[in-house]
Nanobody, 126 residues
Framework: QVQLVESGGGFVQAGGSLRLSCAAS????????LAWFRQAPGKEREFVGA????????QYADSVKGRFTISKGNAKNTVYLQMNDLRPEDTALYFC???????????????????WGQGTQVTVSS
């Protein structure tokens, strides 16, 4: 069993920054992929980015490229989502997801991930 816990959400003005953390515990392996998704009210959950197979690569949605960065955390099995230049449209509940994906897997497809956290809310005011 794998548990994921997100933290770091909050309220910020447009142009500001936040750093989210995802801590994974349980039977998680070094070759797993940790990803971030988000869901705004009334919208479907969407892909934000992925830390592929413990850092072989990172993938980002076009909407966040150049503003968001995923990196390995200081603690074991932790990844960060650094969000800069936040916009009101970034307001959403942010989820961490984990799965054992092959290198050619569609990282943006939420069905690839078998484990999910409860989410952390990010609110960006204009």
């Amino acid at each position: 069993q794998v548990q994921l816990v997100e933290s770091g959400g909050g309220f910020v003005q447009a142009g500001g920054s936040l750093r989210l953390s995802c801590a994974a515990s349980g039977r998680i392996f070094n070759d797993w992929t940790l990803a971030w998704f988000r869901q705004a009210p009334g919208k479907e959950r969407e892909f934000v980015g992925a830390f592929v197979r413990s850092g072989i690569s990172t993938q980002y949605a076009d909407s966040v490229k150049g503003r968001f960065t995923i990196s390995k955390g200081n603690a074991k099995n932790t990844v960060y989502l650094q969000m800069n230049d936040l916009r009101p449209e970034d307001t959403a509940l942010y989820f961490c997801a984990a799965g054992r994906l092959i290198l050619t897997a569609p990282y943006s497809n939420e069905r690839m991930y078998g484990y999910w956290g409860q989410g952390t809310q990010v609110t960006v005011s204009s």
